[in-house]
Nanobody, 115 residues
């Protein structure tokens, strides 16, 4: 099982980024998927979950209206569109397969929001 995130970088407040997570080694379309982030010196924070067919989506309160999660099951890829980024969004972002909670995680991609 492999999850590989990409798309992170440094952006100014108010900017946008799109994260991608390429999945392999399991039946991607059969699993709900999560985005989780971890800021320096803080524990992991759940950001979003999307169900298997992409219809049901859930977000942590601070990102609602700014982040959008979606998936392409034909490409085994999960996405996170992040708009109106804020300095407090600075963190390493991980995608994680969901099986009663996140079980397999990628190595993450760093997002830094700074002027």
């Amino acid at each position: 099982i492999q999850l590989v995130e990409s798309g992170g970088g440094m952006v100014q407040p108010g900017g946008s980024l799109r994260l991608s997570c390429a999945a392999s080694g399991f039946a991607f379309s059969n699993f709900d998927m999560n985005w989780v982030r971890q800021a320096p010196e803080r524990g992991p924070e759940w950001v979003s979950l999307i169900n298997t067919n992409g219809i049901n989506k859930f977000y942590e309160d601070s990102v609602k209206g700014r982040f959008t999660v979606y998936r392409d099951n034909t490409k085994n890829t999960l996405y996170l569109q992040m708009n109106n980024l804020k300095p407090e969004d600075t963190a390493r972002y991980y995608c994680a397969r969901d099986w009663g909670g996140p079980d397999y995680w990628g190595l993450g991609t760093q997002v830094t929001v700074s002027s």
